[in-house]
């Protein structure tokens, strides 16, 4: 299926090793994931969405996206498609204001409980859906259950904890209507319920094990950078001891470099809020 990557950090950075210059970067992925690629990056507050349904290791654009991106918050996406057709407006990351959203995984039988899935999303946001995939159904999905009837939220409003409620609610009426998330990882069995994903606001960022491997990384081995950053901080080399962090990475699968990774387990749901407090939600 699809591999996602997930960037925020206490200062703005270039993704261009993870992207393109890693081993296993993603623009090398997507020669088994050819079915569009997209970078969402936030500049000044906001997201700022580039997406193509070619390969992305054939697309110039790519190289070229990835090389300029400088940012705290970055979300990019490579498809290999379950539902929908190649084309653009099937192509991740979706975006809804200032939220983001790239997802691994498969709704089995989408055809046929798509119409509830419509339902259960407001018809404030229905008309936003453009594409075919359940990743974008599923998305407006958990925005439905964040916003709710209210006409306005205030941005910091949305809290970390106000975030993973909506997820959870969101992804309890997915199962309840289609079954429990595969906690098997079969590539190819579109028979299974596959849910992981990323999603951010640009300050807050998740990341959900939904039977797709995801993989975080918050700290490294040795920063080659620790005698000129202005941020370094024990958290940089080593796990935290209070909580925050200076940088998350969500990844489909480990990426070489100097990162240390750990293995989220199917199920497993963690962020950071704006003031970069890692949590196990």
Known sequence: MCRIFGFRSVIQSQVHQSLVHADNALGLQSQDHPDGWGVAYYVLGAPHVVKSSTTALQDSMFQKVSGVVSSETVIAHIRKSTQGEKT??????FQFGRWTFAHNGHIPDFQKVKPQLKQWVLP????FVLGETDSEWLFYLIISHLYGNNQQVAHRAITLDRLAEAVHSALNQVRNLIGEISNVDVEGDLSRNYLTFVMTDGEAMVGFHGGKSLYYSTYKKHCSERGTCPSFAPECEAATQTGFVNHLIFSSEPLSGENVWLEMKSG?????????KLQHL
């Open 88 to 93: 653009i407006l099937n192509t991740h990351p």
């Open 124 to 127: 404030r946001f229905r008309r």
């Open 268 to 276: 497993d749901l963690i962020g950071v809020d704006w003031r970069m």
